[in-house]
C-alpha cells in the first residue's frame, strides 16, 4: 500500500514536474518570441525615425536652398525696378501714367519740372485736376495718340508749348490697366523756329526797305536843297511853314536812314564784350531821378561774349529807352542775368504791357504801337541779336513785359 502510494505520488509529482517543465519552456519560448518580435519592432520603428529625421533634414536643406533663390528673386527683382526707376526719372521728356478711372499714378522728375507740379500733392488726382482742358479731353478719348502740340499754362503764369503722345498702358498679360502720356517742352523750339520764320521775313523786308529808302532819299535830298533856298527867301509870314517843312524833312531823314540800316547786312566787329559794361553805360543815359523809376539790376554773372560792341549797345540802349518810356509815371524796371545753360538777360518793366493779340508781331518791321515811331526799334534789335547767334523773346502778363535774350558762349 505504502510502495503503491509512494509510486502514485511518484507518478504525481513526475507529472507535476513535466507540466511545470512544459509550462516553463512554454512560458520561455513565448517570452523570447514576444522578445524577438519586440526587438523587431523597435527595429521597425527605429527604421521609420531614422528616416523621418533624414527626410526632415533633406526638407530644411531645400528649405534653405528656396529661401536662398528667394532671396536673390526678391534682390534682382530690387535691382530691375531700381534701374526702371533710374532710367523713368533720367529721361528727359514728362512721363505721366494714370489708372482706369484716369488717377495719376505715377510721374518722373521731368513732368514735375516741366508742369511745375509736386508729385507728392497729386498722385491719387484726377487728371483734370493738373492738366489743361485741351490735354484732359485727349486723354478722356483714350486713343493713341502719336503726336499732338498744344499748349499749356503753368501755375507760375509761364505760357509753353508741349508735344505729347499718348497711348493705353497695358501689364504683362496684354491687359490694359491705364493710361500712359509722354511729353516733351517744345518751347525753346518752337521760339527757334519762329526766330527763323522770322529772320525769313525780316530778310525779305530788309531788300524791300533797302529798295524803297534808295529811292526816297534822293528825291528828299532834292527837297531838302529846295527848302534851305525857300527859307532864304521867305518872308517873316512864311518862315514858320517853312521851317516845319524842314523839322518833317529831318525825320523823314530818319526813317530813311533806319531803314537803311534795317536793310543794310549786319557785318559784325567781333571782340571780347563785356555786357555787364555795356548796359550800366546804357542805363545811366537812359536812367535817371526824373524818371521815378525804382532799378533791379543783378547782372554780375554775365560772363565776357565774342560780339559787336557798337551793335549790341544799340540793341539794348532800345530795350532799355523802350522799357522806361512805357513807365511815364515811373514804375519798376528790373535787369537780370541768368547762366543756367547759355547766357540770358532779362529786361522786364510795370508798364502798360503788351496785348497778347500782338506779342507776336512786335518784332515786324513798321509795326509799332506809339504815336510817333517807324517800328523799326525791335526789328533791328531782333536783326543784332539774331546777327550774334542768338534769341530774343517777350512775354506779357499782369502789365509786365519781360524780353529776355539769350547768347551763344
Known amino acids: ?35 524577438n518580435l519586440e526587438q523587431k519592432d523597435v527595429s521597425k520603428v527605429g527604421f521609420v525615425v531614422d528616416t523621418f529625421h533624414e527626410l526632415v533634414s533633406k526638407l530644411k536643406d531645400k528649405e534653405r536652398e528656396l529661401e536662398v533663390l528667394r532671396q536673390e528673386a526678391e534682390n534682382r527683382a530690387a535691382a530691375i525696378e531700381g534701374y526702371n526707376e533710374n532710367i523713368l526719372q533720367s529721361v528727359p521728356s514728362g512721363v505721366m501714367s494714370f489708372d482706369e478711372e484716369m488717377r495719376i499714378t505715377k510721374l518722373n522728375l521731368a513732368a514735375e519740372k ?140 530818319r526813317i530813311i536812314s533806319d531803314f537803311l540800316s534795317f536793310a543794310k547786312p549786319a557785318e559784325l566787329n567781333i571782340s571780347d564784350i563785356d555786357l555787364k559794361t555795356i548796359i550800366k553805360n546804357c542805363i545811366d543815359t537812359l536812367v535817371n531821378e526824373k524818371n521815378a523809376i525804382k532799378l533791379n539790376l543783378d547782372i554780375n554773372r554775365l560772363p565776357v561774349i565774342k560780339g559787336d560792341e557798337i551793335l549790341l549797345r544799340q540793341a539794348f540802349t532800345n530795350l532799355i529807352q523802350n522799357a522806361v518810356e512805357a513807365m511815364p509815371q515811373g514804375g519798376e524796371l528790373s535787369i537780370r542775368a541768368s547762366t543756367k545753360d547759355l547766357p540770358e538777360i532779362s529786361i522786364s518793366d510795370t508798364g502798360h504791357g503788351i496785348s497778347e493779340n500782338i506779342l507776336d508781331k512786335i518784332f515786324l518791321p513798321f509795326f509799332t504801337t506809339k504815336d510817333r515811331g517807324t517800328g523799326l526799334g525791335l526789328a533791328i534789335v531782333h536783326k543784332i541779336v539774331v546777327s550774334h547767334g542768338g534769341s530774343i523773346s517777350v512775354e506779357s502778363h499782369d502789365k509786365t513785359t519781360t524780353f529776355k535774350i539769350r547768347f551763344p558762349l
Open 1 to 35: 500500500m505504502k510502495s503503491e502510494t509512494i509510486f502514485l505520488y511518484s507518478v504525481v509529482l513526475l507529472i507535476i514536474i513535466l507540466v511545470l517543465f512544459f509550462l516553463i519552456r512554454t512560458f520561455i519560448r513565448f517570452y523570447a518570441k514576444k522578445k
Open 114 to 253: 516741366i508742369l511745375e507740379v509736386d508729385a507728392e500733392k497729386i498722385i491719387g488726382k484726377h487728371h483734370s485736376y493738373i492738366l489743361n482742358k485741351q490735354i484732359s479731353d485727349l486723354l478722356n478719348d483714350r486713343k493713341f495718340i502719336e503726336r499732338a502740340e498744344v499748349s499749356y499754362l503753368t501755375p507760375s503764369g509761364k505760357k509753353i508749348w508741349l508735344g505729347l503722345t499718348s497711348s493705353p498702358l497695358k501689364n504683362m498679360e496684354g491687359r490694359k490697366i491705364g493710361q500712359l502720356l509722354i511729353f516733351t517742352d517744345l518751347t525753346h523750339l518752337k521760339a527757334f523756329e519762329s526766330q527763323m520764320e522770322l529772320r525769313a521775313r525780316l530778310s525779305s523786308l530788309g531788300e524791300l526797305s533797302g529798295g524803297i529808302a534808295h529811292e526816297l532819299r534822293n528825291p528828299m535830298g532834292v527837297i531838302a536843297g529846295y527848302t534851305k533856298l525857300l527859307s532864304k527867301k521867305a518872308d517873316d509870314s512864311s518862315k514858320p511853314i517853312v521851317d516845319a517843312i524842314s523839322k518833317e524833312i529831318v525825320v523823314m531823314d
